[in-house]
């Protein structure tokens, strides 16, 4: 399958979150055709812009089928019936991080987005749900979710179509990426680090993780 339906756009506005905290994780769909630029769908907004937004994390998307994951894992939360719960810009089912690979292109409407690193997750997933432990199930699991950056600026809609349009650029899932890179427990090498670390191609904070990450395998 090369094609996915788009059921929701969402976007979000900053709003008081924690204590004097902000974020802008609750979207909401959008009815109207939304205009897709070098930083994101119009009308959408980052409370924190030092570690959200950017052009490598323009648009994110989580994946809504793992919402029955977590059913499995937290109960039947009623934000799980929420299609912006984790805070995703576009509402897909039937694609996850196991088959979307970094440089991955796809249409949408009349925009290009380009895969550009998975979504490192953090504790806004917590405090919203009410739930402890989602990091760190999210980090084994490689259940991250994954960013856009816009290679071509458009306008899409509900209902539009996710086409890919280019998948050889690398042979590293988003879930290899996360697991390599932030998970502690799992088997990688040095090399294949520092060939993360040496693309151009993934966002440069998780580059610069792949760089650490080299530094501690170092001193085993």
């Not at 995703?88 to 009349?110: C, H, I, M, P, Y």
Request: glycine letters at 8%.
């Amino acid at each position: 399958m090369t094609k996915w339906s788009v059921d929701h756009l969402l976007t979000g506005t900053a709003a008081k979150f924690r204590d004097n905290e902000k974020s802008a994780i609750c979207k909401q769909p959008v009815s109207d055709p939304v205009r897709i630029t070098k930083l994101g769908l119009e009308g959408d907004e980052q409370a924190d812009p030092k570690h959200h937004g950017g052009p490598h994390m323009a648009v994110h998307h989580y994946p809504f089928d793992h919402h029955r994951f977590w059913r499995e894992q937290i109960g039947d939360h009623a934000l799980l019936d929420d299609v912006g719960a984790f805070g995703s810009n576009l509402s897909v089912k039937g694609l996850d991080e196991t088959a979307v690979k970094l440089g991955d292109r796809f249409q949408l409407g009349s925009a290009v987005l380009e895969v550009s690193q998975p979504r490192m997750p953090c504790w806004k997933i917590e405090h919203r749900f009410g739930r402890t432990g989602m990091v760190a199930k999210i980090i084994k699991t490689g259940k991250s979710g994954w960013y856009y950056r816009v290679i071509t600026e458009g306008v899409a809609q509900a209902a539009d179509t996710l086409e890919a349009i280019s998948t050889s650029a690398t042979e590293w899932t988003i879930e290899r990426i996360l697991l390599a890179i932030a998970y502690p427990k799992t088997e990688v090498d040095i090399a294949e680090l520092e060939a993360m670390a040496a693309c151009d191609l993934l966002g440069p904070s998780w580059r610069a993780g792949a760089d650490k990450k080299i530094e501690y395998l170092k001193t085993l």
